[in-house]
């Protein structure tokens, strides 16, 4: 059973700052996902990120997957309040097993 | 397109009740279908994955059960709760040749 694991686990930042949060594991995943979550509600789907040294941009959010496949970053450039929330990876070595870290709680402030 | 719909949004309920939490996925077939479980601002437990009726396959072992009864439905159930039953559950769905997680609202419960 692989585990994922997320650092930090809490950021607090200035409107305009920019962050990375990082997912990493000793396993290898055939795909990674990043969610957010907001307080209340489900984690909603960002990105999937699926080949070793992939980038993929959305909007001011940057994602990368390792070169190996077993660890991701998320890079945000100029945050905003709107950011806040709860930054999930996820992974799985099949199809079946969706496993999530425990996320790193962003707080954006103004 | 899809849809996922969980039921209820909250629930309260006494210890040593039992527990029916129901999940339908809507506009698409044949869907992996899971249970997980939050504790507060903290990331997901996997309880239960099926892919397919009838097939569970559980991750840890606890106080509640999964079925499901039909293509698109999912059920959370336990027979009596616990206090350490409370906490936020969430149902999602995947395609099969996809990890890609959709998530239903989640329901908050609080076993008093």
């Known amino acids: 059973t692989q585990l994922l694991e997320q650092s930090p686990q809490f950021l607090s930042i200035q409107e305009g700052e920019n962050l990375t949060v990082y997912c990493n594991s000793s396993?290898?995943?055939?795909?990674l996902q990043w969610y957010r979550q907001e307080p209340g509600e489900g984690p909603v789907l960002l990105v999937t990120v699926v080949t070793g040294g992939e980038v993929k941009k959305l909007k001011r959010l940057t994602f990368q997957f390792g070169d190996a496949r077993k660890d991701s970053s998320l890079h945000i450039t100029a945050a905003q309040p709107g950011d806040t929330g709860l930054y999930l990876c996820?992974?799985?070595?099949?199809?079946?097993?969706?496993?999530f870290g425990a996320g790193t709680r962003l707080t954006v402030k103004p | 397109s899809q849809t996922i719909h969980q039921w209820p949004a909250t629930l309260v309920q006494p210890v040593g009740s039992p527990l029916s939490l129901e999940c339908t996925v809507e506009?698409?077939?044949?869907?992996?279908l899971y249970w997980y479980r939050q504790a507060a601002g903290r990331g997901l437990q996997l309880l239960f994955y099926s892919v397919g009726i009838g097939q569970i396959s559980s991750e840890v072992p606890q106080n509640l059960s999964a079925s499901r009864p039909q293509d698109r439905q999912f059920i959370l159930s336990s027979k009596k709760l616990l206090l350490s039953d409370s906490g936020f559950y969430l149902c999602?769905?995947?395609?099969?040749?996809?990890?890609?997680?959709?998530f239903g609202q989640g329901t908050r419960l609080t076993v008093v």
């Open positions: 396993s290898v995943f055939s795909s």
């Open positions: 996820a992974g799985a070595e099949n199809n079946n097993d969706m496993r």
């Open positions: 506009g698409t077939s044949n869907p992996n």
């Open positions: 999602a769905w995947s395609d099969r040749a996809s990890t890609e997680a959709f």
